[in-house]
């Protein structure tokens, strides 16, 4: 009994590695067409696209991934949007370096808790309540920003802008939602790369609306209250946009989905053990930590760190700290592409060198950054560490599919809560204290980064082997079918519930990367006619 | 490609940058005498008027400002301020020393037995700090040569205080409230709409 077909987790998308994983369409005879459908784009029998048609806005597939990605963005943008003006800030409300260490913390700690509450909200209200509550509840929080005066309530409102970016969530849930299966992973990853533009966007944009805030003729200290205001008008009409022009369901909205009854799901409790009981979800959750928490911290401290060193004004500073969120455009999708080319040759062992060498070398360029003393140097340090530490984010989730079949859902929830978990570990320990200043703090992130990246070379999958350590001999144990099968008792086994997983075993036999054919036929796996 | 470019250009306006090794400040002599209107520990605010009067130690040999050009009065924080604060670092350097971010005043300077004086109105950009005022005489190169200023040496004695300006605005907090209720009720309008459409739909 297959699970629902397209629900969050359930992507084989890329798992043959015949496919190419970046795919933009779904080729009609591995997924049938619907053809009595009336859509723009080819559908599949549930009416989810089979297509990527990323210039388009038809509704419904294409507009609620424009919807879906820009209030991702919109949410980026509101939560680092103080980090850009924090040389105005700490003026205004008299602030020390822990009071604004201690902002930086808070900013990315409430997402960890909202990400994992908002599953719960798009299973209940569907992905486009769920985006249009986060996000219109969270605008007056950004609104508050004009009421601020003090060290502790400017912690406490970025404690709670930050809540909003668990509109990752929405935005992932939505497009399984809307998209095939087969072609979710690009959809997903475009649509996550380019909301975390948002944490690079927003060092351009705070800079110049309070340039020209300050030109109409506010002081300081006004002007940058004003400027916030723009993000937060962003949120109340991503809101209104969600609301009218989305809907949960290529056919129509969530009353729809209630009517047709609900197919019998996995045991939440169940999916969780198998989750937390996998050395190697901890291993990724480590890892993430320092990979995309790195990025976030960075999004925090670069343009102040800027501005400081090298005197630069506040728009230079800006611009400077932009391009490092915004290298997420290409370097996250480069890092799952490598990790794809990768495994086609050296199957899941590339996948784990892959990414051990991105993130080190992104560790590298980190202490080389704290250690430039010229701008150029400085910035040039700052660009390739941004591509190293993004292309690691990519290509961790070029690995996570694999790590489980039974609870995807939840070690991508949990590798997620990593990533800001690590940035806020980050924050706390290197850009807090005055015991050091902030280059030094950005090496020794760096010198984090590379000892926190080893733990991957303990990654082994008895079928595949690891960075080090050839697949295992036993006949038995090196099956796919035996990994994947352990996540179920013999009690399920027997009543069938673990098809899934078998045949995502046979999909994933490409992870042997160029051996597959030489692979020896499992004595017990079960026979595709049942 | 952007960020190509954005590098490329970055690197050609470092080279344009010219790059002075700056005065050391433990070189220069302490020359000037230099007093402010503020008493010790009083709390000024901004709009506040402030007199600075300055002018040479006159007990000091002739000729020691023969070279004086330029004298620029700024106001600086006291080291309490800058506690936990490295962007107001105090540094030898003087071309990166931080303690001194606002000018008052500045002048050619005039060689005169008489005190000079400044009346200054306190900025609404100025952020709530201790502070002293010191004086500093310029070259015809524009370096700085010798300083005065209105504590000790050990910037302990006649500190007083500046009350910025909070920033913010009535209407701009009651704009705040209303656009936020406008958010919060249009999101329960619709999701009730929405409802009642879902419910009036099921009936017939």
């Known amino acids: 009994m297959a699970d629902i077909e397209g629900s969050p987790g359930s992507s084989m998308h890329g798992v043959t590695g015949r496919e190419q994983t970046f795919a933009f369409s779904v080729a009609s005879p591995i997924v049938p067409t619907d053809t009595t459908a009336k859509f723009d784009l080819p559908v599949d029998s549930e009416h989810k696209a089979k297509v990527f048609k990323l210039f388009s806005f038809a509704n419904p597939h294409m507009r609620t991934f424009h919807l879906s990605w820009i209030s991702f963005f919109t949410c980026f943008v509101s939560t680092f949007a103080a980090a850009p003006l924090v040389p105005i800030i700490r003026d205004n409300l008299n602030l020390k370096k822990g009071d604004i260490g201690n902002a930086g913390i808070a900013s990315v700690s409430g997402s960890i808790f909202s990400r994992l509450v908002m599953g719960a909200v798009c299973d209940l209200l569907g992905p486009r309540y769920g985006c249009a509550f986060l996000i219109m509840l969270s605008a007056p929080t950004v609104f508050c920003m004009s009421f601020v005066s003090s060290a502790g309530g400017y912690v406490a409102v970025r404690f709670m802008i930050g809540f909003s970016l668990a509109t990752f969530v929405s935005c992932q849930y939505w497009m399984s939602t809307m998209f095939n299966g087969k072609i979710i992973g690009l959809v997903n990853g475009t649509a996550a790369g380019w909301g975390n533009m948002g944490g690079g966007a927003t060092q351009l944009i705070m800079p110049l609306l309070y340039d020209i805030i300050r030109r109409i003729g506010a002081t300081p200290f006004t002007a940058w209250r004003i400027a916030f205001f723009i993000p937060a008008w962003l949120h109340v009409i991503m809101g209104i946009l969600v609301l009218t022009l989305g809907q949960d369901l290529p056919d129509g909205n969530l009353s729809t989905l209630q009517k047709k009854g609900h197919v019998a799901k996995d045991k939440f409790s169940k999916v969780l053990w198998y989750a937390i009981t996998n050395y190697r979800t901890w291993v990724f959750v480590l890892l993430y930590g320092y990979s995309m928490g790195v990025e976030l911290s960075t999004d925090n401290v670069i343009a102040e760190y800027f501005f400081d060193r090298f005197d630069l004004k506040l728009q230079t500073a800006g611009i400077i ?6 290298a997420n455009f290409v370097a996250r999708p480069f890092g799952g592409y490598l990790s794809d080319k990768a495994a086609q040759r050296f199957g899941m062992r590339g996948r784990l060198w892959n990414v051990w060498i991105l993130q080190t070398l992104g560790g590298v360029f980190c202490i080389w950054l704290g250690r430039a003393n010229s701008l150029p140097i400085s910035v040039l340090a700052m660009i390739l560490f941004s591509i190293g530490a993004q292309a690691a984010c990519g290509a961790t989730f070029g690995i996570i599919p694999f790590i489980s079949r039974r609870s995807l859902g939840i070690i991508s929830g949990l590798t997620g809560a990593g990533g800001n978990f690590g940035s806020g570990l980050t924050q706390l320990l290197f850009f807090t204290s005055s015991r050091y200043s902030t280059s030094t703090g950005l090496s020794l992130m760096g010198i984090m980064i590379v000892a926190c990246t080893l733990p991957v070379t303990l990654v082994h999958f008895p079928q595949w082997g690891s960075m080090f350590l050839p697949p295992s001999k036993d006949v038995v144990k090196s099956s796919e079918e035996h990994y994947y099968g352990s996540e179920w008792t013999e009690e399920e086994k027997q009543k069938g519930l673990h098809q899934g997983s078998l045949k995502f075993a046979e999909n994933s036999r490409s992870e042997r990367g160029r051996r597959v054919a030489s692979a020896p036929t499992p004595p017990n796996s079960t026979p595709t006619h049942v | 490609m952007a960020s190509r470019i954005l590098v490329a ?56 400002d023969d070279e004086y050009k330029n004298l620029k009065v700024k106001l600086c924080y006291a080291p309490i301020s800058q506690k936990d604060r490295a962007w107001r670092k105090t540094v030898n350097n003087l071309s990166k020393d931080k303690t001194c971010q606002f000018t008052i005043v500045t002048r050619p300077y005039k060689a005169s037995k008489e005190n000079q004086s400044f009346k200054w109105a306190i900025e609404r950009d100025v952020p709530t700090a201790t502070y002293f005022v010191r004086a500093y005489a310029y070259n015809s190169a524009g370096e700085e040569v010798a300083f005065g200023q209105t504590t000790d040496s050990k910037k302990t004695t006649y500190l007083f205080d500046i009350q910025a300006i909070t920033g913010r605005h009535p209407s701009l907090d009651i704009a705040s409230v209303c656009f936020s209720a406008f958010s919060v009720v249009s999101l329960f309008g619709f999701f009730f709409m929405e409802k009642r459409k879902a419910k009036i739909s099921q009936k017939n």
């Open chain 2, 9 to 64: 250009s970055i690197l050609v306006f470092s080279l344009l940058e010219t790059c002075y090794g700056g005065v050391q400040f433990s070189t220069l002599k302490r020359t000037l005498l230099i007093n402010a209107s503020p008493k010790p520990g009083e709390l000024l605010k901004a709009g506040d008027m402030v007199t600075v009067t300055w002018g040479l130690n006159q007990s000091l040999p002739a000729g020691i």
């Open chain 1, 321 to 326: 700290a932009a391009t490092f969120g915004m």
